[in-house]
């Protein structure tokens, strides 16, 4: 299985983004697909995950400016809006497969000020 992450960028405050994560391999048995983000200096820490039912999970840091999508269970978007500063940081993807974590390589968004 192998998750490849795409769309960071360097953006400017307010702007927007959408990162894209799609798995490879398979793909059978898919929970949970997600992004989390890592920060210099900080831990990795959740931004949003949906489940093979649809069902979303948005951390309040994001919840109103972030949305996740899940296309034919390959692909997972990150919908990222009204950028701040604070959520520059490595993005990566991942998936749960029968308990089983996967991670994609990150993607760097830096939003600049």
């Known amino acids: 299985v192998q998750l490849q992450a795409s769309g960071g960028g360097l953006i400017q405050t307010g702007g927007s983004l959408r990162l894209s994560c799609a798995v490879s391999g398979s793909i059978f048995s898919i929970r949970t697909t997600g992004w989390y983000r890592q920060a210099p200096g900080k831990q990795r820490e959740l931004v949003a995950t949906i489940t093979s039912g649809g069902s979303t999970n948005i951390a309040d840091s994001v919840k109103g400016r972030f949305t996740i999508s899940r296309v034919n269970a390959k692909n997972t978007y990150l919908n990222t809006n009204s950028l701040k500063p604070e959520d520059t940081a490595v993005y990566y993807c991942?998936?749960?497969?029968?308990?089983?974590?996967?991670w994609g390589q990150g993607t760097q968004v830096t939003v600049s000020s």
């Open positions: 991942h998936a749960e497969i029968r308990g089983v974590n996967y």
